[in-house]
Structure formats: C-alpha cells, structure tokens
C-alpha cells in the first residue's frame, strides 16, 4: 500500500511526499450508541483503514487527490466550507478547517489519500480519513497537537462538515488503538483501559451486510434528539446527573412511568449496555467465553427492539450466526441502519460460518464481505 501511495502522489502532484500516514478504521465490539451518552464502549482499531500522503506546497491551496473516488481537487485553505455536490472532500476539508479554527497555522498542502476499508460500511472510514489527515498536518508542520484534543477536533470536523452528530469513540479507537487490544473507554471521563483480545482458538469476524449506511441523514440524528430529550427527563428526577449514563439503571426500571414509552426504551439500551460493556470486559479477562458471547447477543436484542437502530439483513446475519455451532455470539456494530457485524467464534466455526452466507446472498441478492478483525495500532506515521 505505501509504495502505491507513494507512487500516486508522485504521479499527482510531480512530487515526493514529505511524510505518509496509516490511519486505521475500528470495530467496535461492544457498547453501541453509549459514546453520545457519557458511556462505555469498546472499540478495536483493525488492519484496514486509510492511507495519506502529504508535502507541501507554495499557493494557499489544500489539493486533496482521492484515489478512491478518482478526484482530484484544489480548495483554498482560508475558506473551506462543507459541499454536498463535493461530499469525498468533506472529511479532509473539515479536519483543515477545524485545525485552523483552533489556531493552528497552516501553509498549502498536497494530499493523496487512499485506503483499503469499505466506505459507509460502519467500520468508521471517515474517522480515518480525518484522522489521517490531522495526523499527517500535525506531524507535518510540527503542531504538536495532543493526541486526545486531536480525536476531538476530527469529532467536529464531522460534526460540521459531513452533519453526522457523532460521538467520539470512532476518533479515539483511530488514534488510541493498540495491537492485540480492545480499548474500554469512559466516554465521560474518557479514561482508557485496553482490554487484551488475542485469544488461541477464537476469531472475531467482521461481516458487511453490504447495505450502504448514512449516518447524517435519518436515524442516528434522531436518536441523538432523544437522548437530549432523556436527559431532560432524567435530571428532573436525579438533578446530580451530568450525563445519561449517570443515572442508575434500577431507578429507571422503578420510574418507567415518568418517560414517554419510547424514550424508555431508549434509555434502557444505553444503561443496559453500558453494563453490559463492564461485564464484558470482566468476562474477557477471565476467559469466560460463553458469557461473552451471550453478551454480544443481548447486545444486538438490545439495538434491534429498544434502540431501534438494525436492519433485516443484520438480524438475519446475526440470527445466521448463532444457529451454528462454535459460534459464541454475534451483534451489529457501529450506528446500525445496516453496515457490519462482529461475531466471535471458534476457530473450528469459521468455515461453516463463512460457507452459509451464501443463503444470505441469495436472499437478499447482495454478496456481503467478511474480513478478520485484527486488533491493531493506531495512527501513526509508516
Ligand atoms: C457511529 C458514531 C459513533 C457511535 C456509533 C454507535 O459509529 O460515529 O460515535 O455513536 O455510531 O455506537
């Protein structure tokens, strides 16, 4: 990959790169839709993510060269601004622009960017791409930037310029990523604890519904709205509560009667989850593999009937996974309105695992991928 890269910013831009930079994707393994909530999550960066080249330049332009989406475009540094009709440029665009915002300086640059992650299949392509980038223009310029208020400055790039209302789980798990881990984070704390994953005989595999998901349009906004709406509730009955997750799981099960009947349903996925996320990591520790897998299972019930956020072909993948044997267990993973799932299973399982989806293919006419989840590092220069 860095030689290809190398070789097209070359062919680009007639020059070598100053610096190339990996920056991974991320699987989250369990604790879904928590991040926005002051909750937990546990996310692994994988092996696939993107690549970027970077050099300088003498105009005031910052070119980005996709070769993904075989564009090429030069947008002037003092004025970026989110484009619809542009949308590839928006995540590069964005995390320029919030570098700058934060009082940063930056001259002209030229960037290629490639990768080898699908894009929109929720192993969070974008993440990657602004982190990629911020990493190369930190390192490039020598900012400094620390490395958390650089997950936060991605988190607003999305924010503002692709109008997903993100958390920040995508941004911490590209940059804090270790190999062989999974990272438990406090998303209201954000202490971080890496939670050992490489164990004999068991493969954690990411399968793509190959259903495209959008998260700035449609569901994911909207479950961000009512969770703003939760927590209105729930501070009138806790005033101490900074964050959704602060409040206590049985007080909800005893005040049921004070939320709207979805809003419940809501707010018992995330206070669910979040100890589901405890639990989990407890269980990896002791290897405890069962209860593991039972918990990624509750974990999609959960997302698919209170949170609301499957889809047919993910229940279908993860009802698929659990009707065979050496599957431990199996849920949908990142926003959800389709994308990946994670499935955890015995080595002994993969091949008859893999051999089924082909049911799956011909029901819903669409091949899904499969890729191995490799817990790997984060950004870094390569
Ligand atoms: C997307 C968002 C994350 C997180 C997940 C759901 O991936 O980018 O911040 O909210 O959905 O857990």
């Keep these: 990959m860095k030689s290809k890269l ?11 790169p100053a610096l190339t930079v990996f920056a991974p994707g991320r699987v989250n393994f369990i604790g879904e839709h928590t991040d926005y909530n002051g909750g937990l999550v546990m996310p692994m960066a994988i092996d696939k993510g993107i690549y970027v080249a970077i050099s300088k330049n003498d105009n005031p332009f910052l070119s980005i060269n996709s070769t993904d989406f075989g564009k090429r475009r030069e947008f002037l540094l003092e004025n970026l601004t989110p484009d619809k009709e ?3 440029a928006n995540c590069p665009k964005g995390i320029a622009k919030v570098i700058q915002d934060n009082h940063y300086e930056l001259s002209g640059v030229d960037i290629t960017i490639e990768g080898d992650i699908p894009l929109g ?7 990657a ?7 190369a223009l930190s390192e490039l310029f020598g900012l400094n930037i620390r490395p958390q208020d650089l997950a936060f400055m991605c988190q607003q790039a999305e924010h503002d310029f692709t109008g997903a209302k993100c958390g920040i789980m995508d941004q911490m798990s590209s940059i804090f990523g270790k ?16 939670i050992p994953l490489g164990h004999k005989n068991i493969n954690f595999v990411i399968t793509n519904t190959s259903v495209k998901h959008d998260l700035s349009t449609g569901g994911y906004n909207v479950r961000r709205k009512e969770c703003a709406e939760i927590f209105e509730i729930a501070k009138s009955i806790s ?8 409040f206590s799981y049985e007080k909800l099960l005893s005040k049921k009667d004070s939320f709207p009947e979805t809003l419940y349903h809501r707010f018992h996925h995330i206070l669910a989850e979040n100890n589901r996320v405890t639990e989990c990591a407890a269980a990896l520790e002791s290897n405890n593999f069962e209860r593991v897998g039972k918990l990624l299972t509750e974990s999609h019930e959960s997302l698919a009937d209170d949170y609301e956020v499957s889809c047919r072909e993910l229940d279908w993948l993860v009802d698929n996974a659990n009707s065979i044997e050496g599957v431990y267990g199996s849920r949908m993973t990142g926003g959800g309105f389709g994308g990946c799932t994670i499935t955890m299973l015995d080595s002994k399982a993969l091949e008859p695992y893999i051999a089924s989806l082909e049911e799956y293919a011909a029901k819903f006419k669409i091949s899904p991928e499969v890729y191995d989840a490799i817990p790997s590092a984060g950004a870094r220069v390569i």
Excluded: Q
């Excluded at 791409?129 to 990493?135: A, L, P, S």
């Excluded at 005033?239 to 602060?246: L, Y």
């Design 6 to 16: 190398i070789k097209d910013h070359n062919h680009i831009f007639h020059t070598k």
């Design 86 to 88: 542009e949308a590839w």
């Design 121 to 127: 299949a929720g192993l969070s392509s974008s993440a």
């Design 129 to 135: 791409v602004e982190v990629g980038v911020g990493f």
């Design 179 to 194: 190999k062989g881990m999974a990272i438990k984070i406090d998303c209201k704390t954000l202490e971080k604890e890496e």
């Design 239 to 246: 005033p101490d509560i900074e964050t959704v997750s602060d």
